[in-house]
């Protein structure tokens, strides 16, 4: 009975002991999952957000939503998707205008320009200094300039690096180097990423001007601007080339931006306009701006087409600029891509207020493509100018360093760096060349240390004729033939008629420039042997000397009054008398 109590268990205990069990199973997975999650969520990455589509923008309001509402209407709007920028949206006035809030900020309007472009002829052309080549396996061609300066009390390297992609220029004192580096560690001095083995020095005199062109082809003193007007309610393309008649308040603002001139015989800076036939209209508006010439292609002054709604002969040119002028009667919105255009990448929009008076002021706004840099002067706030010298001066600024800006989008930068790549290029082979003939080396004679030679010389002369003799003896098929005595396309002896032997196979010393197959029954056809005079004597020892040119250095000896020339490495030899 004992031994029964002992093994009897309450069903109470072994419910608890089979939950306590199961609680601790569970508590393990639930660690585990927790471990495993953790981990997983160490290894999950945020995926980046699917492309969005133009459906999936939120558009601006377009030009027609904004004509609905109430004026004024702002000078520019942005297209509904996007992918321009614009300056100048403050455009309040106090009413009456104050004289002071019209003033133009003429200190800021200073023109842009590529300082790059003009340090060589500033600091090197005219002067002491050393012009360098070399090509770089990942930075192409390159062509380098260094000169020793002294600025101040101290002495200074100038180093001008060109690429296909860029050019680097610094000042370095020489008290920081440790010592005197060549041109390679210059180089590499204003680029670290030049890898090449040495350099080579330009030779030629003119090379300057050829660097200097090089160095000076991206700055332009022609300039071409379209000026667009757009009447009120215009919001197509069509509707804009199709203006034929010019407001009072256009005209006046055509006379601010510069000249009316005749087309005809015009010879300044002519924008890609027929100054011959009148094929683009019979007048235009130029001015020039600081020695810079600027030519409007004005969209009232080409000329119009009847039936053409594109008008087609306006676009031609307008389409072909890269900045344009929108001038607005009243007010209505200009969008930038109201324009379909694949170079015109910046506006700048004006808006006339007053016109025709003593107190006429402009409003402006610019606006470009997102990839444009801004560009300035910076318009004032509010953008708003008095007519005058100062607002002419600073639209003149505003159009010539809106289209250097737009040099550096994308598409413009693309075909700038294909040209400064081809330019470069040509203008490393043109030092090349030069250089080497200067040094007396043409353009077929390979490099230095091919031994080449330019102008034919001795060397260079030895080498062609052993070719040619090598080659008639091959063609002939004497280098397997028996020893014999040498005839030298006459033979060997100077009797007139020798003896009769048999014709034994032999080598024939071949004369370069004489036939190979056609022999003289003796040395001196038109001459008998009994008769060798001084022609004769000047005749052997002209023969004597090609002979010797057409050997590979032979030994010589003289024995019995006789020159004897051993061929023994062309299995031959010869014997020619002295007198």
């Known amino acids: 009975m004992a031994k029964s109590h002992l093994l009897h268990v309450s069903p109470h205990i072994s419910s608890v002991g089979q939950m306590r069990r199961y609680s601790a199973t569970t508590d393990l997975f639930e660690m585990i999952e927790k471990m495993q999650g953790s981990r997983m969520d160490e290894q999950r990455c945020t995926l980046p957000p699917p492309l969005k589509r133009e459906e999936d923008y939120i558009p601006y309001p377009s030009v027609h939503e904004v004509l609905a509402r109430q004026s004024p209407f702002p000078l520019i709007l942005l297209p509904q998707f996007g992918g321009y920028w614009i300056e100048g949206t403050n455009h309040q006035l106090n009413s009456p205008p104050d004289s002071e809030q019209l003033l133009s900020p003429t200190s800021r309007a200073k023109l842009e ?42 002495e200074h390297l100038r180093l001008l690096l060109r690429t296909r992609m860029k050019t680097y220029h610094d000042v370095i004192p020489i008290s920081c180097l440790t010592e005197f580096p060549n041109v390679v560690q210059m180089a590499k001095l204003v680029c670290e990423e030049v890898n090449v083995d040495r350099f080579y020095p330009v030779l030629y005199p003119k090379a300057s001007r050829l660097v200097v062109t090089f160095d000076e082809h991206v700055i332009s003193n022609n300039f071409k601007f379209g000026v667009i007007y757009q009447k009120f309610g215009q919001t197509t393309e069509e509707e804009l080339f199709g203006n034929n008649e010019e407001s009072p308040a256009f005209v006046e603002f055509l006379e601010l931006l510069g000249h009316k001139i005749d087309l005809h015989d015009f010879k300044g800076f002519r924008g890609g306009l027929d100054v011959t036939h009148g094929q683009t209209g019979t007048e235009s508006v130029y001015h020039n701006f600081r020695n810079k010439e600027i030519m409007f292609h004005v969209s009232t002054k080409l000329p119009y087409t009847e039936g053409d709604t594109q008008q087609l002969q306006r676009k031609r040119h307008i389409g072909n600029d890269i900045v344009a002028i929108v001038f607005q009667d009243e007010s209505t919105p200009f969008v930038p891509d109201m324009i379909a255009s694949n170079f015109l990448h910046a506006y700048i929009v004006v808006q006339v207020e007053n016109a025709c008076s003593d107190n006429t002021f402009y409003k402006v706004s610019v606006t470009a493509r997102d990839d444009v840099p801004f560009f300035g002067p910076t318009l004032p706030d509010p953008a708003i100018f008095k007519k005058g010298p100062e607002f002419h001066d600073f639209l003149m600024t505003k159009l010539i360093n809106a289209e250097y800006a737009c040099y550096k989008a994308e598409k413009f930068a693309k075909l700038e760096e294909r040209t400064r790549t081809a330019l470069l290029e040509t203008l490393y082979e043109e030092l090349h060349i030069n250089s080497q003939s200067m040094m007396g080396i043409g353009a077929d004679d390979d490099k230095l240390e091919n031994g080449g030679g330019g102008g034919g010389g001795f060397f260079e002369s030895f080498k062609r004729v052993i070719r040619s003799r090598s080659q008639s003896m091959d063609a002939m098929g004497l280098s397997n033939k028996k020893q014999n005595t040498v005839s030298t396309s006459h033979s060997g002896s100077f009797s007139h008629n020798p003896p009769e032997t048999p014709k034994t196979p032999g080598i024939s010393l071949i004369i ?37 040119l057409c050997t590979s250095l032979p030994s010589i000896s003289l024995k019995n009054i006789r020159l004897t020339v051993d061929f023994s490495k062309y299995r031959s030899s010869f014997t020619l008398p002295l007198y």
Do not use: W
């Open 113 to 154: 320009c590529n300082t790059l472009a003009k340090i060589y002829r500033k600091h090197f052309l005219g002067k002491e200094h050393f012009n360098y080549y070399s090509m770089d396996a990942a930075l192409g061609h390159l062509v380098f300039s260094m000169k020793y300066d002294v600025i101040g009390d101290q």
């Open 512 to 548: 370069p420039g004489k036939s190979p197959t056609r022999k003289k029954s003796g040395p001196f056809s038109s001459r008998r042997s009994s008769a060798i005079g001084i022609e004769n004597i000047q005749e052997v020892q002209e023969r004597r000397d090609r002979l010797l």
